[in-house]
């Protein structure tokens, strides 16, 4: 039985098959190409990928990013296709799950909605639920620097508070484009904003998310 993170992934590979290495990216200043060296080197390359999130190791992670780069593309499909080698804690079903069923459903969206004609899929609700509970859980994280109080809320009245501040901000939409706003995606999620308009516009400019 595939699990969410399997699906994602499969998904984010044709996508980034479709879509070419050229193609442009929600990512900044990155194409498909470079999206896919990232996906690849996160999985691969540990040595390198904690420069994702630690500063003092980017150098490294900047270098390694640029060899996988510099891959066919075609290669680089293939490694995300199959996955990460067994040494790889990504391997195990369970780390997978819990640390690539968002991962991959962001950046599938990062290449879909950057095209010129995308269109919307449908998310099954146990896969809302499943991305409600994870951006829960993140929330303060990816909205710490978020400039103005910052609520998340579902349609149906669950909230979860990413910043606590003045004057507050209500995002409301379904979990999934919930989760592309807290990641930084403002601009490409299907969001309504409820509060002053000063603070609108500085939550929308905000660089939200894991890297901001």
Partial sequence: MSTHAQRERLLLADLLESAGPGAPTLCEGWTAR???AHVVVRERRPDAAGGILFKPLKARLDRVQQEFTAK??????????TGPPRSSPFALK???EAANSVEFF???EDVRRAQPEWAERAIDPVFANLLWKRLERAARV?????????????????????HRGAP????????DELTLFAFGRQ???HVELDGDKDAVEKLRAAKLGIDA
């Fill in 187 to 189: 601009s490409a999620a």
């Fill in 106 to 108: 962001v950046h599938a």
């Fill in 34 to 36: 470079d999206l896919a």
């Fill in 168 to 175: 507050v901000v209500t995002v409301t939409g379904e979990p």
């Fill in 94 to 96: 369970q780390i997978d």
């Fill in 142 to 162: 990816l909205g710490r620097r978020s400039p103005v109080g910052l609520v998340l809320r579902r349609p149906d009245g669950q909230t979860a508070v990413a």
């Fill in 72 to 81: 066919p593309y075609e290669e680089l499909i293939q490694l995300i296709r």
